[in-house]
């Protein structure tokens, strides 16, 4: 069989049932190299690490621009849709406690190639979203010094500097990926405890400055708000700022991706997530009403957006606070993303999928190259890219991953029986011969929703007639009363997902909403970058598959006649496997 195996050429294993095949549950969780060793006040630490310096001192900045003294509308959309999508997530961590995060639990719900696709993509949430918080990391650190010192001199070639191409250069957000990429070489455990000594300094200081802010807030820079519309741009601009912030809320995703280091996870995550998205969402609120009361909408700075509200409303004092909070919470969410990109990678790497290196661990449970290669990329970007164009890719690649999960739990529940549930199924199709027959077109079903999603997405985004909106809105209710008469095969006796299938199927839609008021750039950039991941899986992933270890005796027989001239290349079996 491995003789066979290896005189395969990689075409051969391009076949539909390679592409959808699941990773079975048992595969996915075995996994003893990690070290156990983290409790819930490490994941809370984690998750507020990922989020609050994201948020708050960067993209709210960009996001202002389109919606004005809207921009906590946009806060609390993006966190509605992210509490669709954490419910999602926790029944799956509960259920299967790997370091996988997106790209296991699509793995397992939807098949390979869409996992490795998810995964591929929440790279940019992790990697390329350290190389955007060490962006504004050196814009508050600059600011910080200006303030503190107005007399020292900083040489501009330290960040943001011209280079070519348009681009600008920042070595000083270089160097805050370099330190944080050391302390993740110090271990799991080490690098947590840093963790939870800088998120609780953080949340000190975020609290500080809502109340200071608060005592200054000024009702007249909230202009256009009441009686014109929400902002300028009304409730389209809401969303699109909605899809620039919400990689902001990526904190309990990053969190999942520390599911195999955690002893008792069905029991700890439901209590992280849940806790951390409640805290994060308060804080954001609060920061953004502060910050569009302190200056208008037009006026913020991009770069440094708080601290320099509180310099234009002549509180010198308190944007010295407003930095020092800035520099230590960004310099956390940059640790934390270094943090979890890797555990991605060795998750796919495990699973054969990515190349072996990936997956070296040393006895400290350091993954060697994985933190090392992220560490060169995150670098690299946050060198060379600005905030702006980095953001709205990141929120692409995120909202991907998040609307495929939720489209996961219909397809985990509503899927064909198992074989030890054929009496049953018999039985239930004679009772309900239509639900029977829906049951077994539900991936059908789902595409047909995304489809409705996007183009009711595309009538908010882009402003077509109402009427088009309207009539694919009632398709998507119409579809979930649909899969409502659908009994579930599959019910998990972990933490289920509440109302399913109107919550996971309602995260689907409210994500990809928020995907088509992106810009045609960042969804663009967001493409190629699919497309060279589906390169890597053509010519390396689906051929290196652990799961073609478990492919049918038959099939290896039929390919060794095939090699020796008994069969057509035309007739050539497909690869088969356990599934």
Same mark, same amino acid.
């Given at each position: 069989?491995?003789?066979?195996?290896?005189?395969?050429?990689?075409?051969?294993?391009?076949?539909?049932?390679?592409?959808?095949?699941?990773?079975?549950?048992?595969?996915?969780?075995?996994?003893?190299?990690?070290?156990?060793?983290?409790?819930?006040?490490?994941?809370?630490?984690?998750?507020?690490?990922?989020?609050?310096?994201?948020?708050?001192?960067?993209?709210?900045?960009?996001?202002?621009?389109?919606?004005?003294?809207?921009?906590?509308?946009?806060?609390?959309?993006?966190?509605?849709?992210?509490?669709?999508?954490?419910?999602?997530?926790?029944?799956?961590?509960?259920?299967?406690?790997?370091?996988?995060?997106?790209?296991?639990?699509?793995?397992?719900?939807?098949?390979?190639?869409?996992?490795?696709?998810?995964?591929?993509?929440?790279?940019?949430?992790?990697?390329?979203?350290?190389?955007?918080?060490?962006?504004?990391?050196?814009?508050?650190?600059?600011?910080?010094?200006?303030?503190?010192?107005?007399?020292?001199?900083?040489?501009?070639?330290?960040?943001?500097?011209?280079?070519?191409?348009?681009?600008?250069?920042?070595?000083?957000?270089?160097?805050? *990926?370099?330190?944080?990429?050391?302390?993740?070489?110090?271990?799991?455990?080490?690098?947590?405890?840093?963790?939870?000594?800088? &998120?609780?300094?953080?949340?000190?200081?975020?609290?500080?400055?809502?109340?200071?802010?608060?005592?200054?807030?000024?009702?007249?820079?909230?202009?256009?708000?009441?009686?014109?519309?929400?902002?300028?741009?009304?409730?389209?601009?809401?969303?699109?700022?909605?899809?620039?912030?919400?990689?902001?809320?990526?904190?309990?995703?990053?969190?999942?991706?520390?599911?195999?280091?955690?002893?008792?996870?069905?029991?700890?995550?439901?209590?992280?997530?849940?806790?951390?998205?409640?805290?994060?969402?308060?804080?954001?609120?609060?920061?953004?009403?502060?910050?569009?009361?302190?200056?208008?909408?037009?006026? *913020?700075?991009?770069?440094?957006?708080?601290?320099?509200?509180?310099?234009?409303?002549?509180?010198?004092?308190?944007?010295?606070?407003?930095?020092?909070?800035? *520099?230590?919470?960004?310099?956390?969410?940059?640790?934390?993303?270094?943090?979890?990109?890797?555990?991605?990678?060795?998750?796919?790497?495990?699973?054969?999928?990515?190349?072996?290196?990936?997956?070296?661990?040393?006895?400290?449970?350091?993954?060697?190259?994985?933190?090392?290669?992220?560490?060169?990329?995150?670098?690299?970007?946050?060198?060379?890219?600005?905030?702006?164009?980095?953001?709205?890719?990141? &929120?692409?690649?995120?909202?991907?991953?998040?609307?495929?999960?939720?489209?996961?739990?219909?397809?985990?529940?509503?899927?064909?029986?198992?074989?030890?549930?054929?009496?049953?199924?018999?039985?239930?199709?004679?009772?309900?011969?239509?639900?029977?027959?829906?049951?077994?077109?539900?991936?059908?079903?789902?595409?047909?929703?995304?489809?409705?999603?996007?183009?009711?997405?595309?009538?908010?985004?882009?402003?077509?007639?109402?009427?088009?909106?309207?009539?694919?809105?009632?398709?998507?209710?119409?579809?979930?009363?649909?899969?409502?008469?659908?009994?579930?095969?599959?019910?998990?006796?972990?933490?289920?997902?509440?109302?399913?299938?109107? *919550?996971?199927?309602?995260?689907?839609?409210?994500?990809?909403?928020?995907?088509?008021?992106?810009?045609?750039?960042?969804?663009?950039?967001?493409?190629?970058?699919?497309?060279?991941?589906?390169?890597?899986?053509?010519?390396?992933?689906?051929?290196?598959?652990?799961?073609?270890?478990?492919?049918?005796?038959?099939?290896?027989?039929?390919?060794?006649?095939?090699?020796?001239?008994?069969?057509?290349?035309?007739?050539?079996?497909?690869?088969?496997?356990?599934?």
């Amino acid at each position: 069989k491995s003789r066979l195996h290896c005189t395969m050429r990689f075409w051969d294993y391009w076949n539909w049932s390679n592409f959808t095949r699941r990773q079975p549950i048992t595969a996915a969780a075995t996994n003893g190299q990690l070290q156990k060793v983290l409790t819930i006040w490490d994941l809370l630490a984690y998750a507020i690490s990922c989020t609050v310096g994201a948020g708050i001192f960067v993209t709210s900045g960009v996001a202002s621009l389109d919606t004005g003294s809207a921009l906590f509308g946009s806060f609390l959309i993006g966190a509605f849709a992210t509490l669709l999508s954490a419910l999602c997530y926790v029944e799956y961590v509960s259920r299967f406690p790997v370091s996988g995060s997106a790209y296991s639990f699509v793995y397992l719900s939807l098949g390979e190639m869409a996992g490795w696709l998810v995964g591929w993509n929440i790279t940019l949430e992790y990697g390329v979203a350290s190389a955007a918080i060490a962006q504004g990391w050196a814009g508050y650190l600059i600011n910080l010094i200006e303030t503190v010192s107005p007399s020292t001199w900083v040489p501009p070639q330290l960040f943001n500097y011209p280079f070519v191409w348009g681009m600008t250069v920042s070595p000083l957000a270089f160097a805050m *990926v370099t330190l944080c990429a050391i302390i993740c070489f110090l271990g799991v455990k080490g690098s947590s405890l840093v963790n939870v000594i800088m &998120s609780v300094l953080n949340i000190s200081l975020v609290i500080s400055i809502i109340i200071i802010g608060s005592v200054y807030w000024d009702s007249r820079n909230w202009y256009n708000f009441i009686g014109e519309g929400v902002s300028w741009s009304g409730f389209p601009g809401m969303l699109k700022g909605a899809s620039i912030v919400f990689f902001s809320f990526v904190g309990f995703d990053c969190v999942t991706t520390l599911a195999g280091e955690v002893a008792n996870p069905s029991d700890v995550f439901p209590k992280a997530i849940g806790g951390s998205l409640a805290l994060i969402t308060a804080l954001y609120v609060g920061v953004s009403v502060v910050l569009c009361g302190l200056v208008t909408a037009t006026t *913020v700075n991009i770069e440094a957006p708080l601290s320099a509200a509180f310099l234009d409303a002549g509180l010198g004092w308190a944007s010295i606070l407003v930095a020092v909070g800035s *520099v230590t919470t960004l310099s956390s969410s940059t640790l934390a993303g270094l943090m979890g990109q890797p555990r991605i990678f060795f998750q796919m790497a495990v699973d054969g999928l990515l190349f072996k290196p990936f997956s070296w661990v040393n006895s400290n449970g350091v993954i060697t190259f994985g933190t090392t290669f992220t560490f060169m990329i995150s670098g690299t970007l946050a060198l060379l890219f600005n905030i702006d164009s980095l953001s709205q890719m990141i &929120s692409g690649g995120t909202l991907i991953a998040y609307s495929t999960v939720c489209g996961g739990i219909i397809a985990m529940r509503y899927s064909d029986e198992p074989q030890d549930m054929i009496f049953e199924a018999s039985y239930f199709k004679t009772l309900n011969p239509l639900a029977y027959q829906l049951r077994r077109r539900i991936s059908f079903i789902l595409f047909v929703h995304v489809l409705c999603s996007i183009i009711v997405g595309l009538t908010i985004n882009y402003q077509w007639h109402y009427s088009i909106g309207l009539s694919f809105g009632i398709l998507i209710i119409i579809i979930i009363c649909i899969v409502s008469i659908i009994r579930p095969t599959d019910s998990p006796a972990t933490f289920q997902v509440p109302l399913t299938p109107l *919550v996971p199927l309602l995260g689907v839609t409210i994500n990809l909403i928020l995907i088509t008021s992106l810009t045609l750039g960042a969804l663009l950039r967001v493409l190629i970058w699919s497309v060279i991941g589906l390169l890597i899986y053509l010519l390396y992933g689906v051929q290196n598959s652990k799961l073609n270890e478990e492919a049918t005796p038959i099939f290896f027989a039929q390919h060794e006649q095939s090699s020796i001239g008994g069969i057509t290349s035309d007739e050539r079996p497909v690869v088969l496997s356990s599934d």
